[in-house]
């Protein structure tokens, strides 16, 4: 069964940057497309970006729009999220997911597979 390790987090001052990676291990990720979430203290989960199995197609939140990327590297079994101009409304725990389906979308019950979680935490 395939399984996700994500790496990366940490603090951060507002302005910087930071790269998550999210590591398969028992499968082939070049069959999933995949998925980062994250969720704060006292606020709902929110699909922050995703991308297709061929890393032809990608979404993004409004809120992360023209600051965060998200890419995939099949051939290493990795996928990431980089993070630039970080806000402090951007610290949460990020998780990364992923389907077999053949999707692109944000949403959350139409991910099968998940990652323990890793924190970012952004301020000064």
């Known amino acids: 069964q395939l399984q996700l390790v994500e790496s990366g987090g940490g603090l951060v001052q507002p302005g910087g940057s930071l790269r998550l990676s999210c590591v398969a291990s028992?499968?082939?990720?070049?069959?999933?497309?995949i998925v980062w979430f994250r969720q704060a203290p006292g606020k709902e989960r929110e699909g922050v970006s995703c991308?297709?199995?061929?890393?032809?197609?990608?979404k993004f939140a409004d809120s992360v729009k023209g600051r965060f990327t998200i890419s995939r590297d099949n051939a290493k079994n990795t996928a990431y999220l980089e993070m630039n101009s970080l806000k402090p409304e951007d610290t949460a725990i990020y998780y990364c997911?992923?389907?077999?389906?053949?999707?692109?979308?944000?949403?959350?019950?139409?991910?099968?597979?998940w990652g323990q979680g890793i924190q970012v935490t952004v301020s000064s």
């Open positions: 997911a992923a389907t077999a389906w053949p999707i692109t979308t944000l949403q959350a019950d139409e991910y099968t597979y």
């Open positions: 028992d499968d082939s990720l070049d069959k999933y497309a």
């Open positions: 991308i297709n199995y061929k890393g032809s197609s990608r």
